[in-house]
């Protein structure tokens, strides 16, 4: 049973550019969230989709976006970027009835030079 | 807002000795808890929650967590730590039941002397 895959692992781009990551759910989930990592510090929540919608967002502009897909992918994307983008950006999973209970995937590593 | 603290950054202990991790929230009403490990190289997997009854909560790995409302803590513990506990760990709280934006405190680097 594969658990919660995220691509790419690690990318490097430079600022004012743009960047998309990809998510896959564990199998059976229903329910995306994505949160920021800056080193050293705790994840911080962006977003949570479900049914293909943006359910609840945290404290981040609107060059954030993402996207849900009806086989429960996920997108995030980052428009302009800035060098305080650069973190470990983790996509979660779980079921919607199963608050908190989220399956990290291992992470994307975005570096904004 | 809520918020979560966890006083020690980095905490060293012997394997075989007990251990206790620290975790102090702030939020008005019963907030919902969890504990969560982050091993290098991998995703954070959740070790235990707090939402209502029983405030002594087990958890995976021999883990367990008490919540305190008196002193707005869950504090985790384990009675003897293996060498293969050393990761991350982090403290969280959620305002309300079907929300999935967790408030993570700046969690706590274990490592373990063998």
């Known amino acids: 049973d594969a658990g919660v895959t995220q691509s790419p692992t690690h990318l490097i781009k430079t600022r004012g550019q743009q960047v998309t990551l990809r998510c896959s759910p564990k199998?059976?989930?229903?329910?995306v969230s994505w949160y920021q990592q800056a080193l050293g510090q705790g994840p911080q929540f962006i977003f949570q989709y479900y049914e293909e919608e943006e359910r609840q967002r945290g404290n981040f502009p609107d060059r954030f976006s993402g996207h849900q897909f009806p086989n429960y992918s996920s997108e995030l994307n980052v428009n302009a970027l800035l060098l305080g983008d650069s973190a470990l950006y983790l996509c979660a999973s779980s079921l919607i009835q199963r608050t908190g209970e989220l399956f990290f995937g291992e992470g994307s590593r975005l570096t904004v030079l | 807002a809520q918020s979560v603290t966890q006083p020690d950054i980095h905490i060293t202990v012997s394997e075989g000795a007990s251990l206790e991790l620290r975790c102090n929230y702030s939020y008005g009403a019963t907030p919902y808890l969890f504990w969560y490990v982050q091993s290098p190289g991998q995703g954070l997997q959740l070790l235990l929650k707090?939402?209502?009854?029983?405030?002594l909560v087990q958890g995976i790995k021999g883990f367990e967590a008490e919540f305190k409302r008196s002193q707005s803590s869950f504090n985790l513990r384990k009675p003897s730590v293996h060498w293969s506990d050393a990761a991350e760990y982090f403290c969280?709280?959620?305002?309300?039941?079907?929300?999935?934006?967790?408030?993570f405190g700046k969690g706590t680097k274990l490592s373990v002397i063998p």
């Open positions: 707090y939402f209502s009854g029983d405030t």
């Open positions: 969280a709280v959620g305002e309300r039941a079907g929300s999935y934006q967790l408030t």
């Open positions: 199998s059976g989930h229903d329910t």
